[in-house]
């Protein structure tokens, strides 16, 4: 018995179903079939010439296009296709020839106009482009095409006002086209105008109720600041176009942000809305980045490893000016190589963005030095923070004959009692709403001498801002543990014990403290728990290793290293104090980890905690470090805590955090050069339970009377350090 042939027209039709559905992978190997069987078919060598652009192979595309075109002269999909191809293909002249031919032929069709224009402005022929622009918003709400093309063009030379005033004319044209709305909102969220990109997008969803895209930049937009609003909208969103990644993903980094009693709960509903994004879907940067950061808080190792390898990543996220997804990187470094290469990436980041600022210049007014040096801060974390609480001897022991202090920043004020504090002893100036290029500026009509950035590309803190160079020296110091990549930045303030050992692994200059990099504010552990004086092994009758680290910083390696340490103690526990201990999918894989060492489940301990987990502390008898990436802020507090912690240092910064504060601290010995080391450190001091007893009492005061605790030391070695730097 034969099975009977399947018609092109059935393959068709079965091929765009799967192409709708998102089903990419499918849908290709689906066209090879229908091709080998209707090799003449100019339609399945259309959809095949789709398929291939959707896979990112425009070059083959173009061929099956041309292809199509061959068999079928007059199909002017294909020859639409072949004409968005060469635009892909960064042949606009040809594009813009393709596509007034087929203008002239359908005179009424706008999308033709509109490609026409979107080809003529990629050929820098701006002026022949608005006419066709002009035609084809006036014959379909659909020829918005080239109008948001020119306002991008508008937005990377002059700005996001200018991007705006090309939108509003087009929307003069059509004042009610969904794509010129949607490209204003865009617009102004990207001017950091949060307040009227609101307003448009309440305006709108007034009108139109059922669009979707209003409901999803809506939701974005208030996600953090009014979570249940946003998640609502962003559902919506969602439920209005379900087969829409962009949709999805962004409801994924709404949930994986959530904060509060149910965040376990949104963290599984991220990590399940990531599974359901079909295998082989094309994904910008900034949404691999989004999946990535839900695999690495639940530990889903090779997820994560299938979103690319560590060159190729990382160098998307640098072209797409993704700084913020470095962080991860740094967890992922294995080799000399990958060192190299993490700062080559970090340098083309710094390139793109200096790029951008170059073509968007800042004035800096004239400035003679006088008799103070003038020195600027940038931070959002000027708080009951980290960065605060490493900051304040700076601002706790001013030099007012010496320096005049400037702080800067561009978040919005969380009535936190410290950042009163803070703006009591410098100039402080807040912009919330200022883009990075009104964020320069602001700072440098300051005439600073020196600028240090406090923050990376943390939340609320404005890195790219840096790139205009809004002062004549700027250095990085506490908030970010690598290079930034920026050539403006020229210092990093380190200290000997954590500067890099290879000089190629550092961009800037270091400047290097004489004793420590950080010393411990007043009120970094103001209201700290007492301290039982007994260890949590006597009070709980097994030893305790733990951790208080992000999972941003594990890897395969360290669950199993930890797993490892623990299997060999008898009756060792380990604890997680997270807030991912509260989502199922992190004990799921994390309690795998552990099996396959032979440490069942009884033996982990979950704590789902946020902010408020020094208490913790005393279930724990020593904290195992994160390595490569190894602990800033935890390692310290654990140490207040009068938990021990051993860490293992490589060759980079972010490898280097632990012996800096364990050194400074008097615990040298802690430190392992190697993981063989890292094991030897930890059971030894697993059975040595005098040792731990005496830390437990006598650590506080071990840290104060040393570097970690001398702010009127640290701050006179810090202003020396910049005074010198300036010169």
Same mark, same amino acid.
């Given at each position: 018995m034969?099975e ?6 059935a393959?068709l039709d079965?091929g ?8 990419l992978?499918?849908?290709?190997a689906?066209?090879a079939k229908a091709l080998s069987?209707?090799?003449g ?6 959809l095949?010439?789709?398929l291939?652009r959707?896979?990112?192979?425009p070059?083959e /595309? @173009? $061929?099956?296009a *041309?292809?199509a &075109?061959? +068999?079928?002269p007059a199909?002017r ?5 072949? #004409? ?5 293909l ?5 594009a ?9 032929e ?6 033709f106009h509109?490609g026409?224009?979107r080809?003529?402005l990629r050929?820098g022929?701006?002026g022949?482009?608005?006419?066709a622009?002009t035609r ?5 709400p ?9 306002a991008?063009?508008?937005q990377r ?5 200018? /991007? @705006? $005033?090309?939108? *509003?004319?087009g &929307?003069? +044209? ?7 709305l949607?490209?204003? #909102?865009?617009?102004?969220r990207?001017?950091g105008?949060r307040?009227a990109a609101r ?7 007034a009108?139109?109720?059922?669009w ?10 208030l ?6 609003a946003?998640?609502?909208h ?11 990644v ?5 409801l994924v980094q709404?949930?994986?942000r959530?904060?509060g ?6 963290l599984?509903e991220a990590a399940e809305l990531?599974?359901?994004i079909?295998p082989g879907?094309?994904?910008?940067p900034?949404?691999l980045?989004?999946?990535r950061d839900?695999h690495a808080?639940?530990c889903a190792?090779d997820?994560?490893?299938?979103l690319?390898?560590?060159k190729?990543l990382?160098?998307?996220f640098?072209?797409a000016?993704?700084?913020t997804?470095?962080?991860w990187?740094?967890?992922?470094v ?10 080559e ?5 710094g390139?793109g963005?200096?790029?951008r600022?170059a ?7 004239a400035r003679?030095?006088?008799?103070r040096i003038r020195l600027?801060v940038?931070?959002?974390d000027l708080r009951?923070h980290p ?9 706790a ?9 400037f702080?800067?920043a561009?978040?919005r ?8 504090w803070f ?5 402080f100036r807040r912009?919330p709403?200022?883009?990075d290029r ?10 600073l001498d ?8 943390t939340?609320g803190n404005?890195l790219e ?10 250095a990085?110091?506490?908030?970010y543990?690598?290079s ?5 930045i020229?210092?990093f303030?380190?200290?000997?014990l954590?500067a890099?050992?290879e ?7 270091p ?10 504010g ?7 728990p007492?301290i ?5 092994q006597e009070r709980?009758g097994?030893?305790t290793?733990?951790?208080?680290n992000s999972?941003?910083k594990?890897?395969?390696e ?9 299997a060999q103690v008898?009756?060792a ?16 894989r994390v309690s ?6 032979g440490?069942?489940a009884?033996r982990i301990?979950f704590?789902?905690v946020?902010?408020?987990h020094?208490p ?14 190894t602990?800033g802020?935890?390692?310290v507090e654990s ?9 293992l240092?490589?060759?980079a910064?972010f490898e ?14 802690l430190?392992?050069?190697d993981?063989e080391?890292y094991?030897?450190i930890a059971l030894?001091?697993?059975v040595d ?7 437990r ?8 009377a ?5 702010t ?6 810090f ?5 010198r730097?300036?010169?």
């Open positions: 034969t009977t042939a399947t018609s092109a027209e393959y079965q765009r179903a799967l192409l709708t559905a998102g089903r992978a499918e849908a290709q689906l066209a069987e209707h090799p078919s100019a339609e399945l060598w259309n095949q010439a789709v291939l959707q896979g990112r192979r070059a /595309a @173009l $061929a099956a *041309e292809r &075109l061959a +068999l079928d199909l999909k294909a020859a639409a296709n072949r #004409a968005n191809l060469l635009m892909d960064g042949r606009p002249q040809e813009a020839e393709a596509f007034g031919r087929l203008a002239a359908e005179p009424d069709n706008g999308l509109d026409q224009a080809a003529l050929a022929q701006v022949p482009a608005r006419a622009m084809a918003l006036r014959l379909t659909a020829g918005a095409g080239a109008w948001l093309q020119l991008a063009l508008a030379q002059q700005g996001p006002e200018a /991007a @705006l $005033a090309v939108l *509003e004319e &929307l003069g +044209l059509s004042p009610d086209n969904s794509a010129l949607e490209g204003k #909102a865009t617009a102004l990207q001017a105008r307040t307003k448009l997008l309440e305006d709108v969803l009108r139109h109720p059922d979707a895209w209003p409901h999803f930049h809506l939701g974005d937009l996600a953090d600041e009014d979570r249940p946003g998640l609502r962003l559902r919506r969103a969602l439920e209005l176009q379900p087969n829409s962009e949709h999805r993903l962004a709404a949930l994986a959530a904060v009693p149910d965040e376990g709960t949104c599984d990531c599974a359901q079909p879907a094309p994904l910008r900034a949404q980045k989004i999946l839900v808080r639940t190792f997820a994560g490893d299938r690319g390898d560590f190729t990382g160098r998307a640098a072209a000016g993704l700084h997804a470095f962080l990187q740094l967890a992922r294995r080799t000399a190589e990958d060192r190299r290469e993490l700062v990436q970090h340098r083309l980041w390139e963005a200096e790029s600022a073509r968007q210049p800042i004035a800096r007014p003679a030095r006088g008799d600027g940038v931070s959002a009951r960065v605060g609480y490493f900051a304040e001897p700076v601002f022991h001013l030099q007012p004959d010496r320096f005049e202090l702080a800067y561009f978040d004020p969380r009535g936190d009692p410290m950042e009163a703006a009591e002893r410098a100039t912009a709403e200022a883009s009104e964020a320069a500026q602001i700072i440098a009509d300051d005439g020196v600028l240090i950035e406090l923050g990376g590309s939340a404005r801002a840096l790139a205009y160079a809004p002062a004549p020296r700027q990085s110091w506490l908030g543990p690598h930034s990549g920026l050539s403006a020229e210092g303030v380190c200290d000997a954590n890099p050992t000089p190629g692994l550092l961009l800037e200059t400047l290097t403290m004489p004793k420590s990099w950080i010393a411990m007043a009120s970094a552990f103001q209201g700290a007492a039982d004086a007994r260890t949590p709980r097994a030893l290793f733990g951790t208080a999972p941003n594990y890897t395969r360290v669950l199993r290293a930890w797993a490892g340490i623990v008898p009756g526990r380990f604890a997680f104090v997270r807030p991912e201990a509260a989502s199922q999918a992190f004990r799921a795998a980890e552990f099996a396959a060492a440490v069942d009884e301990e704590h789902p946020r902010g408020a020094l913790w502390y005393e279930t724990i008898d020593i904290s195992l470090d994160t390595f490569p990436l602990g802020t935890t390692t140490l207040w805590m009068g938990v021990p912690v051993v860490s240092s490589g060759a910064f280097r955090q632990g012996r800096s504060i364990l050194t400074n601290a008097g615990l040298a010995d430190v392992a050069e993981l080391g094991r030897r030894e001091l697993a339970h005098d040792r731990r007893r005496r830390l009492t006598g650590l506080r005061d071990q840290i104060l040393g570097p970690l605790g001398d009127e030391g640290f701050a006179a070695d202003y020396d350090l910049i005074a730097w300036v010169g």
